[in-house]
């Protein structure tokens, strides 16, 4: 699902929650879909779907709406109208239980890529847009720019919450895509930021090869900048044997990754395991995704604390005709660029 480029969007359907209303305003009539509707909701689909803090989760079991509602539609499409309108009834119960909860339009739309149908569910809130209005006064032309507070994300904004259904089968590793931006912000309120995967998706989300290899490259980073602060040349061997681990190994041991890099400082190798662990990696490891290590670590970005920062290809680090660390024996060390014909500034 995520590795989306183009889908072809056959049914779409817009209902208005207002939080500030007793009822959601649900629409009897599918959205037309022209041209310009089409890419604007496929380039939303397939940006959310591209996007990196997407995760794949699992219906809980108990009162489902949205699963039943999404099956329903991938058995008979005739009832498109009828159950878009059961999944916003469902999500407007949920908004006004909380007053923070932003008012939205939701947009549903069944969509189709390699053959399958998928459900898109997008909760699209309103951001300010201006236009101009203008007026005949005193027999006069009066032209000004007006705000409007319910426009629509733009298809250079992106959307804070959507979902992305399948159809069901008891067997697949995953029943849906989730995108929740807010759902992580520790800033947010607990009841607005979790209410849109808990209480109207009600499901969990699983942590993939993805999401565990993302997650082991950035924890690993942040315990050495925490635990080995006074300790370059260790940090710098554990930084390179991070990266080493997930550009040419299939998987990750999460305690033979500890014991070769930490294994003569037990209390060490044990916080770290333990700091792993509370990320999410467990200590069997797991399988390293090699697109995202592609895709992601292409370039590495060095800084000193002395303010200096040093941009290259990972390649380009690991060439001693290029950059060398050479340590000065007192706890720092130089970092010397090497046979530089010719630099420029910008």
């Not at 959307?159 to 259904?165: P, R, S, W």
């Amino acid at each position: 699902m995520r590795n989306t480029d183009s889908i072809l969007v056959k049914k779409a359907i817009i209902h208005v929650l207002d939080n500030n209303s007793d009822m959601p305003l649900l629409t009897d009539y599918e959205q037309e879909i022209d041209e310009v509707i089409h890419e604007f909701l496929e380039k939303h689909i397939v940006k959310c779907l591209q996007d990196e803090t997407n995760k794949k989760a699992n219906f809980r079991s108990g009162n489902q709406v949205v699963l039943n509602s999404c099956q329903d539609i991938f058995n008979d499409s005739e009832t498109f109208v009828e159950n878009s309108q059961r999944i916003g009834k469902q999500l407007f119960k949920v908004m006004k239980s909380n007053n923070n909860i932003s008012s939205c339009d939701l947009v549903i739309a069944l969509y189709s890529f390699e053959d399958n149908e998928y459900i898109a569910v997008l909760k699209l809130d309103y951001s300010t847009s201006f236009i101009h209005q203008v007026e005949f006064v005193e027999e006069k032309f009066k032209i000004s720019i007006v705000p409007q507070a319910i426009g629509l994300p733009g298809l250079n904004q992106k959307i804070q919450k959507c979902a992305f259904i399948k159809r069901y089968d008891e067997d697949a590793e995953y029943d849906l895509i989730v995108l929740d931006k807010q759902m992580f912000n520790k800033e947010d309120d607990a009841g607005v930021a979790q209410f849109f995967i808990n209480d109207f998706l009600n499901c969990n989300m699983i942590l993939d090869s993805r999401d565990k290899t993302k997650i082991f490259k950035s924890a690993a980073e942040k315990w050495t900048r925490k635990n080995l602060r006074e300790d370059i040349d260790k940090a710098q061997e554990l930084r390179e044997g991070t990266i080493s681990l997930l550009k040419n190994a299939a998987e990750v041991d999460l305690d033979g990754f500890a014991r070769d890099l930490l294994g003569e400082d037990k209390d060490k190798k044990d916080h770290f395991i333990q700091h792993m662990n509370n990320e999410g990696i467990e200590l069997h490891g797991f399988d390293i995704d090699k697109n995202w290590v592609e895709k992601k670590m292409k370039r590495r970005v060095m800084k000193t604390n002395t303010g200096i920062e040093i941009k290259g290809e990972y390649e380009d680090f690991e060439d001693d005709a290029k950059i060398e660390i050479k340590r000065n024996g007192d706890g720092t060390v130089n970092i010397v660029v090497k046979n530089v014909r010719f630099f420029q500034e910008r």
